[in-house]
């Protein structure tokens, strides 16, 4: 069976550092990824899919920039964080190809910059 | 453009009582159609789907229908249960340029008192 993991689970940070998360699926092999962020109170909000290995699209301009160095590893890194990067990351995973429409989501990241 | 409306929350309910969390959407086609729980500190699952019109999907005694005519697929259960308290999302699968995207709802939050 297929599995998502990510980490860390929860993350505090002061403004201006570097981020990295991380998220890994089992199971399945060239997956669709995609990182999402929910600020409190919030709808989820899709911030990058990736339908490859090195292929990744931006859904919205910020501070964030993602990677996928293998085939089943999603990154979510900043260079310098900002007190509106505070948030819930979620990270999913779908089967590939145009046919696939269900999304399976990771435990999440809860980040608070201070 | 592709949207989706939920009502706002928080709904509050006694053990027992009948849910209704109202969903509609905007979209260009027939887009497929989701529910979302996320129960506290956890990412979301699939709650149940809808792909076509009058199609009806259910799970754990949650329904939803999806009706083309109004553009609506509302979420309900007969009687909910304390263990019933989370977030709930609505969501619609967008195809564009080659990939499905989710788009969600802000969410719903349901509360269950015993």
């Known amino acids: 069976s297929q599995t998502i993991h990510q980490w860390p689970a929860t993350l505090v940070q002061p403004v201006g550092s570097p981020l990295s998360l991380e998220c890994t699926v089992e199971?399945?092999?060239?997956?669709?990824l995609y990182w999402y962020r929910q600020a409190a109170g919030r709808g989820l909000q899709l911030l990058f899919y990736?339908?490859?290995?090195?292929?990744i699209s931006s859904e919205v301009p910020q501070n964030l920039s993602a990677s996928r160095p293998q085939d089943r590893q999603f990154i979510l890194s900043s260079k310098k964080l900002l007190l509106s990067d505070s948030g819930f990351y979620l990270c999913?995973?779908?089967?590939?190809?145009?046919?696939?429409?269900?999304?399976?989501f990771g435990p999440g990241t809860r980040l608070t910059v201070l | 453009g592709n949207s989706v409306t939920q009502m706002e929350g928080p709904v509050t309910l006694s053990e027992e009582a009948f849910l209704t969390i109202n969903c509609t959407y905007t979209?260009?086609?027939?887009?497929?159609l989701f529910w979302y729980v996320q129960y506290p500190g956890e990412g979301l699952q699939l709650l149940l789907k809808?792909?076509?019109?009058?199609d009806k999907g259910s799970n754990k005694g949650f329904e939803a229908t999806y009706r083309k005519e109004t553009t609506s697929f509302h979420l309900e259960k007969g009687s909910v249960q304390v263990s019933d308290s989370a977030v709930y999302f609505c969501?619609?699968?967008?195809?564009?340029?080659?990939?499905?995207?989710?788009?969600f709802g802000a969410g719903t939050r349901l509360a269950v008192h015993p």
């Open positions: 990736s339908v490859g290995i090195g292929q």
């Open positions: 199971g399945t092999s060239n997956p669709n």
């Open positions: 979209a260009t086609g027939y887009p497929s």
């Open positions: 999913a995973w779908s089967v590939s190809g145009p046919l696939s429409y269900t999304q399976y």
């Open positions: 809808a792909t076509k019109a009058d």
């Open positions: 969501a619609l699968r967008a195809f564009s340029g080659g990939y499905n995207k989710l788009i």
